[in-house]
């Protein structure tokens, strides 16, 4: 039996390389379009976090509208608390309200501002920063945001 070979004066076409070729390419595109997706999307998420503000954009009246709780930052780099319950900055004791507290707060080059209270028994606290009109506790690092607090317009 013999086996039929082509015709020299007919112009060959490999159809399989070039769907091969095609398909590869449709891949490639595919994967550049997913890598932009998750940079787009990655970046995204990152601006949900603590950010640096500037020091000057801090001070005013942060009020969380839910629990009541406030903070007052003052340009001369003094401030006052009201409404925070122990669980809100891990103070030992369970999730009573404190009594109002002050002392001096203290910007950091990084994404938050130590709190230092006066009163006796209480450590340092960090208020994380998200903006110049938002602010959270989380007293754990690990755990969970305890309490979010937006500014207050005009103050």
Known sequence: MAIPLPDPREKCVDTQVGTKT?????????????????TVLVSGCIGLGPV??????????????????????????????????QE???????????DDFGGTWDPTPSNFVYL??????MSD???????SKKVYLQPDVDGPITLILVKVEDS
């Open 22 to 38: 095609a398909r590869g390419m449709g891949r490639s595109g595919f994967v550049v379009v997913l890598v932009a997706l998750m």
């Open 52 to 85: 640096h503000v500037d020091p000057d954009d801090l001070p005013g009246v942060y009020r969380n509208d839910d629990t009541g709780a406030e903070i007052r930052l003052d340009a001369g780099g003094r401030f006052s608390a009201v409404g925070f319950s």
């Open 88 to 98: 809100d900055v891990e103070f030992d004791g369970g999730s009573a309200p404190l």
């Open 116 to 121: 230092e209270p006066e009163p006796d028994g």
């Open 125 to 131: 606290i960090q208020l994380w920063t998200v903006s």
